[in-house]
């Protein structure tokens, strides 16, 4: 292990099979955690200074190559535009029909260069936290990652006006100058990151060891995770090659499910929580967002909903299942688990 490099031990068995018992707040049955990534603004183009346009995750990607040599391509940023010109206030209203809260996972700079959205976002009572400062990979080495998450604690805190954002981190790449960049930019701004969702391994929250300490010693306050899904992320309008939706009604069917085992493993007494990952270019779009409309409505109706905000549920999960108590969940079964394995 390096002084850029941390990763915790691997668990397996998590809370094991007999599955945490607890409750959501006010005996919920499910928290139901809405994730707006947005980062229309930040992509890869010459006009952020990049050599060339993205070639992903846009209406062409398909057969839409990367421009090189510092050529705009108008019309993959007409795609990106698209998402805050016309599908972010179509999701606004939307969200305000039900006064539910996201958490807006925000690349910094693209609420730097979005106009007033920024602010209304704060003022509807949506959480701020952290998508990195660009929409792409933030360095190979600590140096580089550390100026990146610098940058983009100032560019989220110019634009709403707020000194105590972001609360919480999802980068989304697996690169451990990240992971590890984060904790330190934790300590060395005196924000208080309340959580990190780079995780995909569970349906309800755990802790980790806190990775600074574990590098650079002190006292180790553990780093909750709150983790993230790919199965219920609008992303999946864009998967090629038949692996994902093209109909809205695929992707409402995909939530439903998701959300009627969940809902129903939380009656039994094991309450889970579920993401539902959103971005202005994609579900937002006038056929997709019939889907999610269907959604919001259909669990609008069924007792004991929460939905709520990632920092609603570090909030929660800290003062019912602090670190000090709990602790790592590979702890709970240490003896069948090697610090690190072999290499």
């Given at each position: 292990m390096t002084a850029d490099y941390y990763l915790p031990p691997r668990d397996y068995v998590g809370y094991g099979e007999e599955q945490r018992p607890g409750v959501w707040p006010g005996n919920k049955k499910i928290a139901v955690s809405f994730v707006l990534n947005y980062e229309e603004g930040a992509e890869s183009t010459p006009w952020n200074g990049d050599d060339g346009s993205c070639a992903f995750l846009h209406e062409l990607h398909y057969d839409r190559k990367a421009t090189t040599g510092g050529k705009r391509d108008g019309l993959v940023e007409d795609m990106f535009e698209y998402g805050i010109r016309q599908g972010l206030p179509r999701l606004i209203k939307l969200f305000r029909q039900y006064g539910w809260k996201w958490t807006t996972w925000t690349c910094a700079r693209a609420f730097e260069v979005t106009g007033p959205y920024p602010k209304i976002i704060v003022q509807d009572g949506h959480e701020i936290a952290c998508h990195g400062n660009r929409w792409q990979n933030h360095g190979s080495n600590l140096e580089e990652v550390k100026a990146?998450?610098?940058?983009?604690?100032?560019?989220?805190?110019?634009?709403?006006?707020?000194?105590?954002?972001?609360?919480?981190?999802?980068?989304?790449?697996?690169?451990?100058?990240?992971?590890?960049?984060?904790?330190?930019?934790?300590?060395?701004?005196?924000?208080?990151?309340?959580?990190?969702?780079?995780?995909?391994?569970?349906?309800?929250?755990?802790?980790?060891?806190?990775?600074?300490?574990?590098?650079?010693?002190?006292?180790?306050?553990?780093?909750?995770?709150?983790?993230?899904?790919?199965?219920?992320?609008?992303?999946?309008?864009?998967?090629?090659?038949?692996?994902?939706?093209?109909?809205?009604?695929?992707?409402?069917?995909?939530?439903?499910?998701?959300?009627?085992?969940?809902?129903?493993?939380?009656?039994?007494?094991?309450?889970?929580?579920?993401?539902?990952?959103?971005?202005?270019?994609?579900?937002?779009?006038?056929?997709?967002?019939?889907?999610?409309?269907?959604?919001?409505?259909?669990?609008?109706?069924?007792?004991?909903?929460?939905?709520?905000?990632?920092?609603?549920?570090?909030?929660?999960?800290?003062?019912?299942?602090?670190?000090?108590?709990?602790?790592?969940?590979?702890?709970?079964?240490?003896?069948?688990?090697?610090?690190?394995?072999?290499?």
């Open positions: 990146h998450i610098n940058k983009s604690f100032d560019r989220l805190q110019a634009a709403t006006g707020l000194t105590d954002v972001p609360t919480g981190w999802f980068v989304g790449s697996g690169h451990q100058a990240q992971k590890l960049g984060r904790a330190i930019i934790h300590k060395e701004r005196k924000v208080p990151l309340l959580y990190s969702s780079d995780a995909y391994s569970g349906d309800e929250p755990w802790w980790i060891p806190d990775p600074y300490a574990e590098v650079y010693g002190g006292e180790d306050q553990g780093m909750l995770m709150i983790p993230y899904s790919l199965c219920t992320n609008d992303h999946l309008f864009f998967v090629a090659g038949a692996a994902g939706v093209s109909a809205p009604d695929d992707w409402f069917e995909m939530l439903k499910a998701e959300f009627d085992t969940l809902y129903a493993e939380g009656e039994a007494g094991s309450a889970k929580m579920m993401t539902i990952a959103m971005h202005n270019r994609f579900v937002c779009k006038p056929g997709r967002i019939m889907a999610l409309k269907r959604f919001m409505a259909y669990i609008a109706t069924k007792p004991d909903v929460w939905v709520c905000t990632r920092k609603e549920i570090a909030d929660f999960w800290r003062e019912k299942y602090p670190y000090k108590e709990v602790g790592p969940t590979y702890k709970m079964h240490s003896e069948h688990l090697s610090s690190w394995g072999a290499v």
